[in-house]
């Protein structure tokens, strides 16, 4: 931006108010929050709601630092983070591979197409009873459950950006002399890759739901398990605090996607 | 005789489901080393398929083509092929998609950075060579695409309808560009059109192809004065005569 340009008024006049609403919109959603948390609270105070079935904003915070207290809260976030995140970098990881490979060889995707339509119609809870037969009740049953869920997604996802590259650039990179490899490498994936980020976004929801699914299947720890804990002995605090630590586990995934973002977009296609 | 490209007895047939369809008869002529060839017909004459039959991106079904005398039987980057759109890859600047033809070679040395650099610079681009196509217009875009297709120094040009993207102001001028460097770094090109105007404007030779199953209606020498720019070319007094006279070659001959 030019500084030592003079500006109108009418311009000093519009950037001000975008800025006036820029800080509007987030002192609003700031408000929403405290606005929420305070009438909660208020009400189950003076008894409009059942605190033993709603819960409150102060029983809920009591129940986190009970947790943190009896150190019980690090072992099932890093049980609950772990499962997360491993099956998300496998998912993701393995159905990019796997669309590459469709990409290269067209007959394949084309054997394979009917079988992953069906996968990604299936409700993969239904494996539930397999998955744990075959892994036994823990981790590796709750990982997998990750896996199957993300992976497919993943596939469809980078296979429709793989093949929306135009027919126009292909064309070019072989008048260059460029193997099959070369148009992949230099051409197929830099072009797919703002579709690689939205898959990660969509994978972060996946994968949390594959993991909270797999913990209330079977598991011993983890914030799928203090939920389901707390369900079944009606402790709705509880389920209420660990629904919460959820709410901050998954937004801070998802930051961490959307920062990953800003750092590898830069002012290219817009 | 120096002849850069031969088209021998060249013949295209395309295969659908629902049958096959003749698009190229028998097409044969000739490029002279430094000459610009226009190639104009009626729509759906197989012309695109003519320029990827010689870059060897479509294999005839009938005849060969030579370049330089060697028989192309694959894409091999010794040709530069300039399509409709600019197609910049949006993630590369501008120098690193100038670069683009030589990295698919292997070429790394010093010596094609140089060659890079001199070429961004004779045409006006060094100032751009950091930016990202998307921040050029379409007339600078299109003259990043034609300075890509020089950087690995193809001997042969096939230009595909390069300006029909552009609007009409745009592509009166981005052709006088585009002519005006090609002819100073002295290429052979092959242009493909449907645009009378532009192909009289440019060419040293036009062919006129019929309708399809194509074959070579006529072969016109334009005589025009070859200093003039594409932009005089088009105020010369001959031009509305060939002009009248191709019209009615495509419009009434052709039936």
């Given amino acids: ?270 | 005789m120096n002849e850069i490209l031969e088209l021998d007895r060249i013949s295209l047939t395309y295969h659908t489901p629902s049958g096959e369809i003749p698009a190229i008869g028998s097409i044969s002529f000739s490029v002279e080393n430094g000459e610009f060839i226009a190639i104009i017909g009626p729509s759906g004459c197989g012309k695109t398929s003519i320029l990827s039959i010689v870059a060897g991106l479509l294999k005839p079904s009938g005849g060969e083509v030579r370049i330089n005398g060697k028989k192309v039987v694959k894409p091999d980057g010794s040709i530069g092929y300039m399509l409709q759109k600019d197609e910049l890859f949006p993630w590369l600047t501008i120098e690193q998609n100038v670069r683009l033809p030589l990295e698919i070679k292997g070429l790394k040395g010093t010596e094609y950075s140089e060659k890079v650099r001199s070429l961004l610079k004779k045409y006006g681009l060094w100032e751009f060579r950091g930016s990202y196509p998307s921040e050029l217009s379409g007339g600078m875009r299109q003259r990043a695409a034609l300075i890509r297709t020089l950087s690995s120094s193809p001997d042969l040009l096939l230009l595909d309808e390069p300006f029909s993207a552009l609007d009409f102001q745009t592509r009166i001028s981005v052709c006088d560009d585009v002519y005006e460097i090609i002819k100073k770094e002295k290429k052979t090109a092959v242009l493909v059109t449907h645009d009378i105007t532009e192909a009289i404007s440019v060419a040293d030779r036009i062919v006129v192809l019929t309708k399809r199953p194509s074959k070579i209606l006529n072969i016109h020498d334009i005589d025009t004065d070859k200093t003039l720019s594409p932009l005089k070319r088009r105020e010369n007094k001959d031009f509305s005569a060939w002009f009248e006279r191709l019209w009615r070659e495509l419009n009434y001959e052709n039936k």
């Avoid at chain 1, 707390?230 to 937004?251: E, N, R």
């Fill in chain 1, 1 to 270: 931006m030019k500084t030592n340009e003079k500006y109108s008024k009418e311009h000093l006049l519009y950037v001000n108010n975008r800025r006036k609403n820029k800080f509007f919109i987030i002192a609003m959603r700031f408000l929403v929050l405290a606005a929420f948390i305070s009438l909660w609270e208020i009400l189950s105070a003076v008894g409009a709601i059942d605190s033993f079935l709603m819960s409150s904003p102060s029983r809920i915070i009591k129940t986190v630092k009970n947790l943190v207290v009896t150190g019980n809260l690090w072992m099932h976030v890093g049980t609950t983070l772990y499962e997360t995140v491993v099956g998300f970098l496998i998912a993701t990881a393995l159905g990019t591979a796997i669309a590459v490979a469709f990409w290269w060889s067209e007959n394949l995707r084309k054997i394979f197409e009917p079988y992953v339509i069906v996968l990604n119609s299936l409700p993969k809870i239904a494996l539930g009873p397999i998955i744990i037969v075959w892994f036994g009740s823990g981790t590796k049953s709750i990982v997998f459950m990750t896996v199957i869920i993300t992976l497919i997604v993943t596939i469809i996802t980078m296979q429709n950006a793989f093949l929306s590259c135009g027919k126009g650039k292909i064309m070019l990179m072989k008048s260059m002399g460029a193997n099959k490899f070369q148009i992949l490498s230099k051409l197929i994936l830099p072009h797919s890759f703002p579709s690689f980020i939205s898959c990660l976004k969509i994978n972060v929801g996946m994968a949390w739901i594959g993991s909270i699914m797999g913990e209330y299947l079977t598991s011993k720890q983890g914030i799928g398990y203090l939920i389901v804990y707390g369900g079944q002995v009606f402790k709705l605090d509880l389920v209420m605090a660990s629904t919460v630590i959820l709410c901050v586990l998954a937004g801070g995934m998802y930051a961490l996607v959307a920062l990953l973002e800003k750092k590898t977009t830069r002012k290219r296609e817009r």
